[in-house]
């Protein structure tokens, strides 16, 4: 299990490198923080929502693009559940 997770930690450590080389660092760390908890509160309907979203200060393009992958995440995790429960 943990090998399958391997490449993908590999290939999140070359684009954090990249990125922290080509800007010179993370320099908003917040807004990662607010895409995610938004994209979560899309896909399982609960979390916070921080307060740039009920001023209108931010879209939806990308928690939209993050919920779309974790709603995949979360189908894929609900028929590995499914298949591991029909053993």
Do not use: K
Not at 3 to 26: M, S, Y
Not at 31 to 37: A, G, I, P, S, V
């Amino acid at each position: 299990r943990a090998r399958d997770l391997a490449p993908l930690l590999a290939l999140t450590i070359v684009v954090q490198c990249v990125c922290a080389w080509t800007l010179g660092g993370r320099l908003h760390p917040d807004e990662t923080h607010q895409y995610l908890d938004v994209a979560h509160r899309l896909v399982w309907g609960y979390g916070t929502r921080p307060h740039e979203w009920y001023a209108g200060m931010r879209n939806l393009l990308a928690p939209g693009a993050l919920a779309g992958v974790l709603a995949l995440a979360r189908a894929a995790a609900a028929e590995a559940e499914l298949a591991r429960l029909r053993e």
